[in-house]
């Protein structure tokens, strides 16, 4: 019998809105995880700052809550680290995309073993409201007084771009499939990157629970390895969008398991000693 | 005689300078190695311009029978390889100055400077040797012949160096014998080293203060290496990176100098000990994550290494103007440790004092260094390097684990993930002992006040500096890094017994003895690379001691020996006895 409680975090004091998308996915993050046979001991949940960064507070499993835009580097270091960790980085599109924007293109040219999952409400949450890299054209905030003017950040198309070997879709009401899209992310080799559509109940009155049932679909009969269908299907700039994973790839090198360090030695970093023979071996060598 | 002003003198120093890409840095590392497998000791400094082709380029050689770690102004013997000498050289060659160069490169410069200017033709022996690029070759031959090494050393550099390409080898070790021929018959027989005392061969390591930072990282296990390229803390991220499966190192270069800070809190967050390595413009942007560690109480350690700012500043030049930035970098209050080592021998120590004090109060250490120190070497006895203890290792948490527990050092038991039963939090918010974000004005002031207690420890803890010279001193003499060593012997030179040197290695907290010291002089000097006079200004704030006078360089160059020497000499007050 699996132990649903398993990530269950006794007493805590929500800060999301009643009816907020990030609600549900944490649901959907802890069921994956169950269903997945990990505890709160084998799973490292890291974010940076905003709404959805606060996930990891919610929950019980270790947790790194660093700084806004920077998730990206922890989780690769924490796996690089100890590779023997499932490393889940997650926060909302302006952490993500925004101010982690430089991270988010190197961190998948380096593939680590990490999932990303960000929550994508296209606003900022928790500064009240303004545009994010993703909202839409026209989108008026107190901010962008006049509507957005920008175009969009496409995250699905860059990620393909940049080579991710595993790109998906979900809808934070889409309870089920969310948690189900989640697993596959989670049991992918390399980095998956996993865009959530989260409708924002107080900042977002564009991109609603509605609106996003009005234009999203659930991808049938979809060829996981075609990427130029993915690629055509992530282009697209009208809805209806598609739900599920776009793009899948197996046998690029994973980051940690390319480094020199575990070329002869697999034990986590935390348990290994100086490597003083190696330092006087160095030192008597003349020509260093 | 040619080189008679060489009898009195305890070193020899020679100078090559030539066009960058000329191979000057391949004469320097060979001549280092024989000069030190002869059983001398050798001081090499290198100032170079930030260019990858043309500019010219100098490197300095001081060979002595003791040993030598300062940087001086004269120079004994000059090789000049290419024209368009610069300034900073044409400056330092004085009437005992014997020049080499080849009159046809040269084009009559240099002719009239120095005791005399002996001629080689370098481009006509290159050409019968092979071509131009074996000029270099002539002229590290020159050198030897001078000295009088021989050539064996040479001959198995070259060996080894182009392993598998016989007729480079064969190439190269005849134009170091058409030059050492030359060399050997200006200098007379035996060369100009003949005579002079040689050691025991003890000192065979030669170590660079890239190296000895790494080194000295790497025993005490540093695993963790992350860094965005910048001159001059470039070499740490390269010798990590070529050493990395030997001594079982996480290295990596990433996209920005956020990602490797970044990078390093998540990795000592999961156990490793990391080490960044950037310079003043890349730790601007390590601020944000220098914060973090500071209140997830992360282990980081920072090489620092200076060079002339503000901004992109001088790219290959030193400066010591860092102070502040490393002190203040963060927002928020945190405590940190910071360390500045003067010798190769302390870089190997305090960078493992950086992981131990790191690692044990878990807030970040940062080690300064600067472009000068950098590229400094000399040739030392391994053996005598100290070690510290090893680290000790991380014990499994219990189920009730928790990362920020209140204890009366104000340093918790560190745990990290994937190791015992506990949960392993971290948070970048005021969070509780769990780590978790929780708002309470009081839980603030207890979490500030036990990650302040901890400089309590390390205050009582750090390093005392050193006090070179009288103990009855009435002048102190004061600095701390890299110049320690110049102006070490710049007080020798001066030979007043009412002046002591205190010398700082850790900058950072200070050692409270230091007060007394200050108190007890009656005229206090304070010698630095910078224009403002940082660590003076940090010891009137610590301690209350203003300095009397203060003794500033930030022109891009290191302070020479006899610089300091003559600086301190005008305004040292009283007579001291013997100068
Ligand atoms: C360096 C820095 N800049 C700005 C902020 C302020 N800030 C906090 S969260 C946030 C944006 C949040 O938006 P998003 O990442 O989309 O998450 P959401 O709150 O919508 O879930 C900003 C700008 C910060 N914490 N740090």
């Known amino acids: ?288 | 005689m040619l080189f008679s002003s060489l009898e009195n003198r305890r070193d020899v120093c020679c100078v090559l300078c030539g066009a960058a890409g000329l191979g000057i840095q391949t004469v320097e590392d060979m001549l280092a190695g024989i000069i030190a497998d002869e059983g001398f000791c050798v001081f090499g400094s290198r100032e170079y311009m930030s260019r990858v082709r043309g500019g010219n380029n100098s490197t300095e050689l001081r060979i002595a029978s003791e040993p030598v770690d300062a940087l001086i102004d004269r120079i004994d013997i000059l090789v000049a390889l290419s024209q368009k000498v610069r300034r900073n050289i044409m400056e330092r060659i004085s009437a005992d100055t014997v020049i080499f160069g080849d009159r046809e490169e040269l084009k009559g410069e240099l002719e009239d400077l120095g005791a005399s200017f002996v001629n080689i033709p370098l481009s006509s022996m290159a050409k019968e040797t092979g071509g131009k690029i074996y000029s270099n070759s002539i002229a590290a031959g020159v050198l030897l012949g001078v000295l009088g090494l021989g050539t064996k050393g040479a001959e198995e550099f070259y060996r080894k160096r182009f392993a598998g390409k016989n007729d480079v080898v064969t190439r190269n070790i005849g134009a170091v014998t058409k030059g050492y021929e030359l060399g050997l018959s200006i200098a007379g027989e035996g060369g100009v080293l003949q005579g002079r005392p040689r050691n025991s061969g003890r000192r065979k390591t030669i170590l660079n203060g890239s190296d000895a930072v790494s080194l000295g990282a790497m025993a005490a296990g540093c695993n963790f290496v992350t860094a965005y390229p910048m001159s001059p803390a470039t070499g740490v991220l390269s010798f990590f990176a070529k050493h990395a499966e030997k001594v079982g190192a996480v290295v990596e270069q990433v996209e920005d100098e956020l990602a490797a800070m970044n990078m390093a809190v998540g990795a000592a967050y999961a156990g490793a000990r990391p080490l960044v390595t950037t310079s003043g413009g890349g730790f601007a942007l390590m601020a944000e994550g220098l914060s973090l560690a500071g209140v997830m109480e992360t282990p980081v350690v920072v090489h620092l290494s200076q060079r002339p700012g503000p901004a992109t500043g001088m790219a290959t030049r030193t400066e010591q103007a860092d102070l502040e930035l490393a002190l203040y970098s963060g927002h928020g209050e945190f405590p940190r440790a910071l360390y500045a080592p003067g010798t190769m021998e302390s870089a190997f120590r305090l960078a493992q004092e950086a992981f131990e004090i790191a690692l044990k109060y878990q807030t970040p250490a940062i080690v300064l260094t600067d472009q000068y120190f950098m590229n400094a070497f000399y040739n030392l006895d391994a053996d005598g390097l100290s070690w510290l203890d090893e680290p000790p290792p991380i014990p499994e948490t219990a189920a009730e684990y928790r990362r920020y527990e209140d204890t009366p050092d104000g340093y918790s038991p560190f745990g990290v993930p994937g190791w015992g039963k506990g949960v392993v939090g971290a948070d970048s918010h005021e969070h509780d002992e769990v780590g978790h974000v929780y708002e309470d004005f009081d839980l603030r002031t207890r979490m500030q006040d036990k990650r302040m207690r901890k400089l309590a420890g390390m205050t009582a803890r750090a390093l005392p500096p050193m006090l070179v010279g009288p103990e009855s001193f009435s002048n102190l003499v004061v600095c701390w890094g890299s110049t320690i060593p110049i102006v070490r012997e710049a007080l020798q030179r001066l030979g007043r017994n009412d002046t002591a040197l205190l010398a700082f290695e850790q900058v950072w907290p200070l050692a409270p003895s230091v007060g007394d010291l200050l108190r007890k002089a009656t005229f206090t000097a304070v010698v630095e690379g910078n224009s403002t006079g940082q660590f003076a200004g940090l010891l009137r704030k610590t301690f209350g001691v203003a300095a009397d006078r203060r003794v500033l360089k930030y022109n891009g160059l290191q302070f020479s020996v006899e610089e300091v020497a003559d600086r301190l000499g005008e305004i040292l007050p009283g007579k001291g006895g013997s100068r």
């Open chain 1, 1 to 288: 019998m699996m132990d649903f409680t398993a990530f269950d975090l006794p007493g805590i004091d929500l800060s999301w809105c009643p009816g907020c998308g990030d609600i549900k996915i944490l649901d959907s993050i802890k069921k994956a995880l169950v269903e997945l046979g990990l505890g709160p001991l084998d799973v490292v949940m890291v974010s940076g700052i905003g709404q959805a960064a606060k996930t990891p507070h919610y929950m019980k499993a270790h947790f790194f809550n660093g700084l806004h835009g920077r998730a990206l580097p922890n989780a690769t270091a924490i796996k690089a680290a100890n590779p023997a960790l499932e490393v889940i980085a997650l926060g909302g599109d302006g952490d993500m995309y925004g101010e982690g924007g430089n991270h988010f293109t190197h961190t998948i040219r380096r593939n680590p073993g990490i999932t990303n999952l960000v929550f994508n409400n296209m606003v900022y949450g928790l500064t009240k409201g303004q545009a994010s890299p993703t909202s839409p054209i026209g989108f008026r905030t107190s901010v962008q007084v006049d509507g957005v003017h920008a175009q969009p950040f496409n995250p699905l198309a860059a990620a393909l771009a940049q080579g991710a070997t595993f790109v998906a879709r979900a809808f934070a009401g889409n309870g089920d499939q969310t948690k189900e899209i989640i697993k596959r992310a989670v049991r992918h080799k390399g980095y998956a990157l996993v865009d959530i559509f989260q409708p924002c109940v107080s900042f977002n009155s564009v991109n609603t629970y509605k609106w996003f049932m009005d234009n999203t679909y659930t991808l049938e009969g979809h060829d996981e390895d075609d990427f130029g269908k993915a690629m055509e299907l992530a282009l697209l700039q009208e809805g209806p969008f598609p739900l599920g994973v776009l793009y899948r790839k197996e046998g690029v090198p994973v980051f940690e398991e390319t480094l020199a360090a575990y070329r002869k030695d697999d034990r986590p970093l935390f348990r290994r000693e100086a490597p003083r023979k190696a330092v006087k071996e160095l030192l008597a060598s003349p020509a260093i």
